[in-house]
Every structure is written in structure tokens, then in C-alpha cells.
């Protein structure tokens, strides 16, 4: 008997994934795609982790599907970018069991470094793409990406986005397929990439692409609305969402499930049926080129950004030149850009780094909030591991007194996803660049996920937890170069970070204390200000429980953790803790 439910888009995928008999999950946490597999490893009959990265992630997913499983791995558009060496090949081997690719965008970059449009993968490796645009569509995309990868022979990619994946709606739930495993047998033709045989795999795949463009033109995720004819919205994704509720019934829509390949005739059709034809997509103009290279006149990006994300007033300004009223305040109201936690361990580290003037080479996490007034500690943020091997180049071409007053900051999660590399590349090509690993004890930015350090896998199984400094000294670090901070003790991270800078060698400093909105870290004292002297140095630490009031510093109590930060600004000890 089927049920409805209100579900997460993230949470119906991993239902998706449920339904569809899908046995093996393999992802990296990278929001907005996180809760996928969070939400898939609380089904018993799925096997879930956490990969050390996006690669790993795919390559174990891939290797599950030859296997004969169903398959899948999630992750965000740039672990994507860390994928597309498998992801590329995945296409050439085809899938034995059903293969399914989760990736998340982030139209408006609410928590990555960059804007990337999905599709331009699904086009380059020549996967067929599909994009739901709610949470029902969410679990019945998965189910019928299983079954369509088994009928194609080959991986699909299932594109979501911040708003899908975060937003919720009804879903009607079925009871779990189970699929028997699929048997292997041993081809080298197909699973061994030599280029001898990857020649004959090519032709296999663009054969496979012909069927799928074939399929796209019937393909039940591609529906038409016909209503007023004035205009036809071509359209797909959470853009189609935005245009139903701009729009409604006064408009006609072709909304595209399958996003590639791209059907020929039914937009062909559709655009004949319409007096003018309009392309609402974000991010990129991979819809609208497809229509111009067959022949269709359009407006898309001519009227709308490529840049963001959508929203239904955005569409209201740009095709109906209608603009609503807003009420105004009367005065400013003050920006909150996002700060460190109260308490976080990161903070005495980047309060140390920006008191040395040091060059500091940044990577990707909760700590990249250090770039931020007033710590104003990261030059430099890439992407995921480049904190590293970015500032062994930077040092080599500018020598060892840049060496000397330089550092990188890596956090557990990331050291483990792509740093390790980068540190042998400086212990192999004799570099002297010292690295600073704030170790929280878990994945924090995208919501306490453990990783290979936290001695717990994704199901919460107690698992060996990799020691960083073993690591470390495996990957060619003297022992006596590699050191353990408290970060909370600011005297000793200054002391410990200078003499490491002093070596002509590489040094790596692990700054260890653990989250401390973890339910384990213990909070309870307090500090207070007992006799302030306005001098406001405790404000250089920029922690959120402290504020300013008739110039005099004040702590709240409901925010304050204990760290005792603050106390060691306070040159005339005004700070004080209670129990």
C-alpha cells in the first residue's frame, strides 16, 4: 500500500535509491548534496559510506556496478571536478548493475567557490542527464535512472541543485525492488580502458547516445502544458518551478526532465504551437544553444542572467517588466556575514597567524570563514587540498624567505580528501613549506560527517581512526618537524608556529581540539567582564559572543563556551571564568 510524505529532495533521492534496490552507496559530503547519502545509510539493506574523496567515491561505485549491484555516488558540482577522471571512462565500460551519478549545483554560491553548470559534464563524457524539479521527481528520477541505465548500458547522471535538494515536498512512497546481484563475466574489451580496446568502446558510446536522443523525444520526463499559446517557456529544473509560479496557467510550457541529450522534434513542435519561445535555465545557456543549433528563435539570456540564481520576481522584472512594491526601513539594517562559531577552535590560530603577518594559503572549510574581519588570516582559497601544493609553487619561485613567512591551513577532512598529495610533492621536490592542520576531529562545514580520522564510518561503526601525524611522517616529515598544538593555548600556537617557520625544512603542525558544537565537548564554563576598560582588544578575535555596549565589552552567556580566548587578550585580566 503505497503512503505520501513530505520529504527533503536529497531525503527522496536516497528513497529513490531505497526503491530501486540500490545496494552500494560510495560519496563525499559536500553540500548541498550531503544528506543523500546521510538519509540513504539509515536504510539497513543499503550499504553507505564516506569515500576520502569525490574520485574514490566514484571509482568504488563503478567498481560495485561491475560487480553487478545497483550503484550510486553523490556529491556537489566541484567534487565533480575531482570525479571526472572515472566519470569520463564510466561511460566507455557502460554499467553492469544500474549506475547512478548524484551531483548538487549551487546556483548563487551559498557555500562553494564557484558557479558550475552540471551539464556541461553530462555533455563532455556523453552520460545522459536527468533534473527533477521537486522531491517527487527526486525519488521517481532515481528509480527510473536504475532501470534506464540497466537498458542503455550506461551511467546516468542525476542533476539537483541548492534550492531542489533543500526544499521539500509530497512524494508518494512503494514498497523496496529488490535486485538480485547481475552476473560478471570477465571482458577486457569493455572493463580494461587500453586504447585498443577503448576504440571499439567509443563506437559503443556514440551508438548509445543516437538511442538516447531517440529516447528523449517520447521520454516521459519531457512534458508539454499547452495553455495561451502568446508564449512557450522552455525550461527545466527548479527554473520550471519559478516559471509555474510567475507564470501559472497563462503560458505554455515544455518542461525537460532529460536535460542530455536534448530532444530535437518535440522542441521542434513545441516552439511551432507558440508565438514566441523563451528559455529559462540557470546558470549556463546549454538549453537555448541546443534550440538555435536546430533552428529555433528564442529569448534566454538575451533578457536573463547567467550569473545566480533565479526567483520568481527575477522572471516577473525581466519578461513582464513588472515590478513589485517593497516596504523600505527607515534606517540601515547591519550586515551579518557569516563568522566562526563561539568557541571554535580555528579562531586562536588565525588570531597567531594574522598577528605574524604571515602569507597564509587556504583551502576549503569551516576555516576559510579566517579570511573574514577582523582575523583577516587566508590570502589564498582554491579549491579542496590546494592550500598545500598552491603554496609549495608560491614558495619555490619566491624563495626561502617567503618560505619563512608563509604557512598553509588545511583542515582533517580535506588533509584526508586531496592534502596528502600535496605534502609529498613538498617532502619529494625538496620544498620547505610549512603546514598548519587545523584538526577538529570531524568534517564540519557540511554538518559533523566523520572521516578516515574520526575512528567512525558513515553507518557509525567504530573503525580504526587514522592518525594524521603517521601520515605525516610516512609521507617524509622528521618527527621532530612534526608538532601538536592546543589552539585554544595562543602563547604556545605563536611559540610552536615560529620555531617551525625558523627550520630550512618542512614542518607540519597538527592544531588539535575538536568541534565544539560536538555533543561530546563539554561547555560548561563561562567567561565574564568584570571592569572593563574599553581598550577592545578582546574585539580582534572577532567572537560572536562578545559585543560592545556604551564602549564597554560584554559576553553573553547564553553563546559563551568556555574557550577562554578572550581572557588571554585582556591584558588587565578583566576577563575572568565561572563555573
Known amino acids: 500500500m503505497s503512503q505520501k510524505k513530505l520529504l527533503l529532495g536529497n531525503a527522496a533521492v536516497a528513497r529513490g535509491l531505497y526503491e530501486a534496490g540500490c545496494r552500494f552507496v560510495s560519496s563525499y559530503p559536500g553540500t548541498p548534496s550531503t544528506e543523500i547519502s546521510e538519509h540513504a545509510a539509515e536504510y539497513e539493506e543499503i550499504y553507505a559510506e564516506w569515500a576520502p574523496n569525490e574520485k574514490v567515491a566514484a571509482e568504488a561505485a563503478i567498481g560495485a556496478s561491475i560487480g553487478g549491484a545497483r550503484a550510486f555516488c553523490g556529491m556537489k558540482h566541484v567534487g565533480l571536478n575531482v570525479a571526472a577522471d572515472p566519470l569520463f571512462i564510466s561511460g566507455y565500460i557502460g554499467a553492469n548493475g544500474g549506475f547512478v551519478i548524484g551531483v548538487a549545483d549551487d546556483a548563487g554560491m551559498h557555500s562553494s567557490q564557484n558557479e558550475q553548470d552540471s551539464r556541461h559534464y553530462a555533455i563532455a563524457a556523453k552520460l545522459p542527464m536527468l533534473e527533477p524539479s521537486d522531491s517527487d521527481e527526486c525519488l521517481r528520477f532515481t528509480k527510473r535512472a536504475f532501470e534506464l541505465s540497466e537498458q542503455f548500458d550506461t551511467p546516468f547522471i542525476l542533476r539537483l541543485g541548492t534550492r531542489i535538494s533543500h526544499s521539500q515536498s ?66 527545466s529544473g527548479i527554473s520550471y518551478q519559478y516559471a509555474k509560479e510567475t507564470f501559472g496557467d497563462s503560458i505554455s510550457y515544455l518542461k525537460l526532465g532529460l536535460v542530455n541529450p536534448l530532444p530535437v522534434k518535440l522542441i521542434q513542435d513545441f516552439a511551432a504551437n507558440v508565438d514566441r519561445v523563451i528559455v529559462i535555465e540557470e546558470l549556463d545557456d546549454i538549453i537555448e544553444s541546443h534550440c538555435k543549433k536546430i533552428g529555433i528563435k528564442t529569448d534566454g539570456k538575451n533578457i536573463l542572467s547567467n550569473i545566480g540564481e533565479y526567483s520568481q520576481e527575477f522572471l516577473r522584472e525581466k519578461i513582464l517588466n513588472e515590478k513589485k512594491d517593497y516596504f523600505e526601513l527607515s534606517q540601515n539594517v547591519p550586515v551579518r556575514p557569516p563568522v566562526l562559531c563561539a568557541g571554535c577552535p580555528h579562531r586562536g590560530a588565525f588570531y597567531v597567524l594574522n598577528k605574524l603577518k604571515l602569507f597564509v594559503s587556504g583551502d576549503i572549510g569551516c576555516y576559510t570563514l579566517g579570511a573574514n574581519a577582523p582575523l583577516n588570516a587566508m590570502d589564498t582559497t582554491l579549491c579542496m587540498g590546494a592550500s598545500i601544493s598552491a603554496l609549495h609553487g608560491f614558495n619555490k619561485v619566491r624563495g626561502i624567505e617567503s618560505a619563512k613567512n608563509s604557512i598553509a591551513v588545511i583542515g582533517d577532512s580535506t588533509f584526508m580528501h586531496s592534502g596528502i598529495t600535496g605534502l609529498i610533492d613538498i617532502t619529494y621536490n625538496k620544498g620547505i613549506s610549512n603546514i598548519l592542520i587545523l584538526d577538529n576531529s570531524i568534517t564540519g562545514m557540511t554538518g559533523h560527517q566523520h572521516n578516515p580520522c ?67 565537548v563539554k561547555t560548561d564554563k563561562k567567561y565574564m567582564v568584570s571592569d572593563c576598560k574599553k581598550c577592545r582588544r578582546c574585539m580582534a578575535i572577532g567572537c560572536p559572543a562578545i559585543s560592545l555596549n556604551a564602549g564597554k565589552a560584554e559576553i553573553d552567556a547564553s553563546m559563551c563556551t568556555g574557550c577562554g580566548l578572550c581572557a588571554q587578550m585582556c591584558r588587565f585580566k578583566a576577563i575572568n571564568g565561572i563555573e
Do not use: W
Not at 505 to 517: G, Q
Open 170 to 235: 509530497i512524494v508518494e512512497l512503494s514498497e523496496r525492488q529488490e535486485i538480485e546481484l547481475k552476473e560478471y563475466k570477465k571482458d577486457p574489451a569493455r572493463y580494461v580502458m587500453m586504447p585498443a580496446f577503448a576504440r571499439g568502446r567509443h563506437v559503443i558510446v556514440e551508438e548509445r547516445l543516437l538511442k538516447l536522443a531517440e529516447f528523449a523525444e517520447t521520454c516521459e520526463f519531457n512534458t508539454v502544458e499547452y495553455n495561451d499559446k502568446k508564449i512557450g517557456i522552455i525550461t
Open 454 to 520: 574520526t575512528g567512525y564510518t558513515l553507518k557509525g561503526e567504530a573503525v580504526y581512526g587514522i592518525k594524521i601525524e603517521e601520515i605525516c611522517r610516512a609521507s617524509g616529515i622528521k618527527d621532530s618537524n612534526i608538532r601538536i598544538i592546543d589552539p585554544y593555548d595562543m602563547e604556545e600556537t605563536e611559540k610552536v608556529i615560529k620555531e617551525e617557520l625558523a627550520k630550512d625544512e618542512p614542518s607540519v603542525i597538527i592544531a588539535r581540539r575538536p568541534c565544539v558544537l560536538l555533543k561530546y
